[in-house]
């Protein structure tokens, strides 16, 4: 009894009509299935081919080890350093290119700090070509940096020299008095821990001028392929049942304008 109650009349039961099958889908992809092939094999040879018409790039890569007071604390921060470099050195060296060869510089200088060290990296990334613009960006870079530094190595040598020199003239006053002797003793070991800190200022260190890479880095030709793929097959797919839309669009208007003509 519950089932029949259950049971909507006859009447009443929905209609499924306007409903598209998974039939209907793939009746539709097979009538349009031309369009699918072109579209998909344009994208796929346009994919291919700006896959192998892109230059190898390579990875050019110069380091530089900053001033250092002592093995452990450095003249200035590397972080300070590669800020100036991207906010006033990095600019200058682009301007110039651009004034001397009518273009921008092609390529990008990206700079990092290998964690717990005093080392700066210069990487850019281009073809071989551009190897020659690459040394020259890489190696006014790095002028820049030692010319900065050279002169608070200069800075920091100077004053410890006057520091050395105070503590030597304050032990030559002390040795005309009596019982200085401690005295004494404390003003000479201050002046060896200067000393040893002149002996270990350390200037910049250039260990790597635009070094190429072995292998190349760009472009990745089989994931260009790939993507290229199955961007042809999805932009096949949906071109196909667009076509296929606008051709029941218009089949639908010129019924309906027939029909109001025959009226």
Known sequence: MNEMQNTP???QRPDYSDEISLVDLVATFVRRRRVFYVVFIFVTLVGLGYALWMPDEFEYVSLVQIAQKDSKEFVQPPETTIATLESRW???V???YREEHGRKLPFDVVFNNPESTGLIRFESITTKGEGQAVSAAHSALINSVKDDQDV???SERQSLQRQIESVESAVETLKGEKDAGE???GAIERRS???GRL???QGVEVLVTSRQSA????PKRSLIAVLAVLLGSMLGVFLAFMSEFVASVREQVATESAGEGAG
Not at 215 to 218: D, F, I, L, T
Request: charged content about 30%; aromatic content about 0%; glycine content about 8%.
């Open 9 to 11: 009349p006859a009447g």
């Open 90 to 92: 990095l600019p200058e």
């Open 94 to 96: 682009q301007t110039r």
């Open 152 to 154: 608070l190595i200069k």
């Open 183 to 185: 005295a004494i003793a």
């Open 193 to 195: 821990k200067l000393e």
């Open 199 to 201: 002996e270990g200022l």
């Open 215 to 218: 292998e190349k880095v760009a």
